[in-house]
């Protein structure tokens, strides 16, 4: 299967298409700053995939809520915030370091874990949420149980199923969402000067059928320019390996533009579950000269594609203005955490989060656009 068929391709399909990679395959093997266990869970939807941490510093975000909570939003809060508004929150953030360690919150079960920045949910009704956090439980009965990736505009129905099961709502960043993009570009002059920089570029288009076994590694590098080199270690490091095996089996979809020389300058890749679409490889040669505009490139390609197919867009947070000036509605994204099995330290540490982040950082993020 190339990455073309994923188009074609359900929930379940892609969910056994994803154990097919991973079972009996280290995580570390294929992301190198991943130490988990890949497992799943079964429901109606199929086996849902899941990440068992246990609680190894420094891992990615993906994984690790203590990176997610403390090393990766003490980096963005340093990175993005205002001078005059950074010490507070940077304080606040390296302060939960230790009683987040402490608390044992790092030895997390995340449930519908695709080891991406943002993870697509099944309808509702074929998952049963009470049912998955009685058997998620039992299986694993000294760690914290995570559901990640869920907005109010997307998952309304989720957060309230999982709520009523007994979870709490912690608050994790701001995302970009779009929805009918002919709208938007008459709306939005960035958008229809960047779809426009896609015909106007000297470089050679690259579609998902052009990408072959040399370009793996290239994608890699160029992911890493971006996400590592310029944003955070504690990114997930995807690397050539994972990133063949993902779009041999349809579960990636890539594009770009190439030099002259036929090497990838710019790329992208899509995750699609249903009418939904995700953009969780982004990549540019960040070397070369502003005036190419390879992430307008790239960035474009994921709004070119989902205007062509009908689908809505979640474009993940980061490059907030940059996402708001071509029609990107912001929503906030929470994480569903469920403790009543574990101990008293354990159960108040991640009540204390969710008021911190709901109360706290999610004024911040709309404050500042973050």
Same mark, same amino acid.
């Given at each position: 299967m190339n990455g073309e068929m994923a188009a074609q391709m359900g929930f379940s399909e892609s969910a056994r298409a994803l154990a097919g990679i991973h079972a009996g395959t280290p995580l570390?093997?294929?992301?190198?700053?991943?130490?988990?266990?890949?497992?799943?869970l079964p429901s109606a939807a199929g086996d849902l995939p899941v990440t068992v941490h246990d609680a190894r510093p420094g891992d990615a975000w993906v994984c690790s809520p203590r990176s997610t909570y403390a090393d990766y939003a003490a980096e963005e809060g340093a990175r993005y915030l205002p001078r005059w508004a950074a010490p507070l929150p940077r304080w606040m953030i390296a302060a939960l370091g230790t009683p987040l360690r402490w608390s044992g919150i790092d030895r997390a079960v995340?449930?519908?874990?695709?080891? &991406?920045?943002?993870?697509?949910?099944?309808?509702?009704?074929?998952?049963?949420?009470a049912s998955l956090l009685r058997i998620a439980s039992e299986r694993w009965p000294a760690h914290t149980l995570w559901f990640r990736s869920l907005n109010e505009h997307d998952n309304a129905d989720w957060l309230a199923a999982l709520q009523a099961a007994g979870?709490?709502? %912690?608050?994790?960043?701001?995302?970009? #969402?779009?929805?009918?993009?002919?709208?938007?570009?008459?709306?939005?002059?960035n958008l229809r000067t960047d779809l426009a920089l896609l015909q106007r570029t000297p470089l050679q288009h690259c579609s998902d059928h052009d990408i072959g076994e040399q370009d793996y590694a290239r994608i890699a590098e160029l992911y890493a320019l971006l996400y590592i080199g310029k944003h955070s270690r504690f990114?997930? %490091?995807?690397?050539?390996?994972?990133?063949r095996h993902w779009h041999r089996a349809g579960l990636l979809t890539f594009e770009g533009f190439r030099t002259r020389d036929g090497r990838l300058a710019c790329v992208l890749g899509i995750f699609r579950q249903g009418h939904t679409a995700t953009a969780p490889i982004v990549g540019y040669?960040?070397?070369?000269?502003?005036? &190419?505009?390879?992430?307008? #490139?790239?960035?474009?390609?994921a709004y070119r594609r989902c205007q062509a197919n009908g689908w809505r867009l979640n474009f993940s947070a980061g490059?907030?203005?940059?996402?708001? &000036?071509?029609g990107g509605v912001p929503a906030i994204e929470y994480s569903a955490v469920y403790t009543r099995h574990l101990p008293r330290r354990t159960r108040a540490a991640v009540a204390a989060l969710s008021t911190l982040t709901c109360r706290a950082g999610v004024p911040i993020l709309r404050r500042f656009g973050l």
């Open positions: 570390q093997a294929l992301v190198p700053n991943l130490h988990a266990r890949f497992e799943t995340s449930i519908n874990n695709w080891l &991406l920045s943002t993870n697509l949910y099944p309808a509702l009704a074929q998952a049963a949420p979870c709490h709502l %912690v608050a994790s960043r701001q995302v970009y #969402l779009y929805d009918n993009f002919d709208a938007l570009a008459r709306r939005h002059g990114n997930p %490091v995807y690397s050539s390996l994972f990133l040669d960040t070397a070369q000269p502003q005036k &190419l505009g390879l992430y307008r #490139l790239a960035t474009a390609c490059a907030a203005g940059f996402k708001r &000036l071509r």
